[in-house]
């Protein structure tokens, strides 16, 4: 799987739009990216995952660059309860012969929302 | 319903011993993992187990050894306690026959090792 690079750390007020960038400049063309979150003490969340089209559910926003290079992850009124520590992850497609071996997490981002 | 569950939630015991940590998934999936996060919060993957198929992580010591009696479970041992041991334990799940890799964690069991 192709490595990632986050910020340590960010800020965002509370009601704002927190917008996290993650860079993955050797993805290949069967690599998803995929995003998820770990909130103080509890498992790892799934928030959203991508190829390379924008997409969008109930939690997030996830815009790809039309290189594919770098995402950004978009919580569009952030609130106290999305604290956590958030990890852009690049993951080979099942049917391409990935997913067998686990999730390989970095440090992430740990994002602060602020009241 | 809890998706994934874990039991126990909190387990603290003595060097040397032997323990065990359940996981179970009623999410129908066909693949069980399990990640070790350490003291300084990094999560690493220790196995993945698929249909009989189980893939270790080199770096886990063969004390740890995962045992899945059913699709819905999977169980991890650990013989031989040491205090490196200490850590939060995470099991996930994924349905990889759907060719989807999101994975669904369960909340954790926290080891202290004494």
């Known amino acids: 799987d192709a490595k990632t690079t986050q910020p340590p750390s960010m800020d965002c007020a509370e009601g704002r739009a927190a917008n996290l960038p993650c860079n993955h400049s050797?993805?290949?063309?069967?690599?998803?990216v995929y995003w998820y979150r770990q909130i103080h003490s509890q498992g790892p969340q799934y928030i959203i995952h991508g190829l390379k089209n924008n997409e969008t559910n109930e939690m997030a926003s996830l815009i790809i660059t039309e290189d594919r290079k770098s995402s950004t992850l978009i919580l569009p009124h952030a609130t106290l309860r999305d604290t956590a520590v958030y990890y852009c992850i690049v993951r080979l497609r099942v049917y391409s012969g990935g997913g067998a071996d686990g999730l390989t997490f970095g440090k992430g981002t740990h994002l602060i929302i602020q009241p | 319903d809890t998706a994934v569950s874990q039991t126990p939630k909190y387990l603290v015991t003595q060097m040397g011993n032997d323990k065990s940590i359940k996981c179970e998934q009623n999410l129908g999936h066909d693949t069980m993992y399990w990640y070790k996060q350490d003291s300084k919060k990094f999560l690493k993957i220790m196995f993945s187990y698929n249909n009989k198929e189980l893939i270790i992580n080199e770096t886990v010591p063969n004390r740890f050894s995962p045992k899945s009696p059913d699709k819905a479970h999977l169980n991890l041992h650990i013989n031989s306690l040491e205090l490196g041991d200490s850590a939060v334990y995470f099991c996930a799940s994924s349905h990889r026959a759907r060719g989807t890799d999101t994975q669904y964690f369960g909340p954790g069991t926290r080891l202290t090792v004494l």
């Open positions: 050797t993805i290949s063309g069967n690599e998803y």
